[in-house]
């Protein structure tokens, strides 16, 4: 058996892993114009070293490139989304639930296709946002992170003929498994990745919640809804000294369309491999931490964005006091309640006019209506302010 005493040792080659054992290593690939022998060659160094020259045909024995990079790969891209994505993507989703309840009870005028629309609430609007990061980080977390190891073509075949008597499956899923990794089997020479692609996608979809979250909070700025804190000093706009523009939202928007078209490719490229391998999956396997790094980028300015709203809440009250019209749906449904005849067309003619609908307009349709005091009673307490629903 190996002497358990040194595997302190052998732990310190990546402990003690250093600017200058990178720099041999890539001294070598010089040579060997091959990445995993010249790792290989690495460690067999260290091994002779340390007095175990016995052993080092082991390091990479009945092993392929790909035993090595689809077990290193996944393991780091899972310690990367668990050490740095899940932190930083709990804080915009930890700051917009914060935001959901303190803007729980502001009134606001909907808008679909950009039209006026049954009001709703600000805090409702962005616990819509929420909810559905909530409902992806669930997928998230259900996503496997697969790895492979099985040999040249993945049947273990040289470990076979060498060792016949190993249960070389079950060795080959223990040692994956003591990873914290899903053990991919049956699988060619390469992992098929459709659990990584799985990943990207979900990745994307979460960036693409964000990106719909900028581009709203993009608009309402722009439509007065919220000011933005600006520090001493800071410049707003270069030649217009009136104005804050939302970079904080448009840099985030800018970097999610980026890590965007790279999760895209990646999901869509790595499950599909010639045959038994191609070299394709191991040029963009590289790239995997650069939408990474742009989600990350666009988190923080969405966050820092976020820390700059100020409620400009008179806006508020005025785009919903210049749009009584939204309550001619509360008037209408309330007559269909009753069985009023025709009370679509009744409520057209009042909301088509070229006159604008106001306060004193609902007023007086309500008096012109035959129903009885009790539901006029109903209707006049309509407002657009308190018509927002549940």
Known sequence: ???????????????????????????????????????????????????????????????????????????????????????????????????????????????????????TRLGKEIQVYVVRLEEQLTILKSIKNAAKFGGATGNFNAHHVAYPGIDWRAFGQQFVHQLGLHHSFPTTQIEHYDHMAGLFDCLKRINTIILDLDRDIWTYVSMDYFKQKIKKGEIGSSAMPHKVNPIDFENSEGNLGIANAIFEHLSAKLPVSRLQRDLTDSTVLRNIGVPIGHTLIAFQSTLKGLDKLLLNESKFKADLENNWAVVAEALQTILRREGYPNPYEALKGLTRTNEAISQKSIADFIETLDVSEAIKVEMRVITPENYTGI
């Open 1 to 119: 058996g190996f002497d358990t005493a040194l595997f302190d040792d052998l732990r310190r080659l990546y402990t003690g892993f250093s600017t200058a054992d990178a720099q041999h290593i890539k001294d070598t690939e010089k040579v060997t114009n091959h990445d995993v022998k010249a790792v290989e060659y690495f460690i067999k160094e260290k091994f002779e070293l340390l007095g175990l020259q016995q052993y080092k045909e082991f390091i990479h024995f009945g092993l392929t490139s790909q035993d090595i990079n689809n077990t290193a790969i996944p393991l780091s891209l899972k310690e990367a989304i668990h050490s740095s994505y899940l932190p930083v993507f709990s804080q915009v989703h930890e700051k917009l639930k914060a935001l959901s309840v303190e803007w729980k009870d502001i009134p606001m005028l909907a808008r679909t296709h950009g039209q006026p629309a049954s009001p």
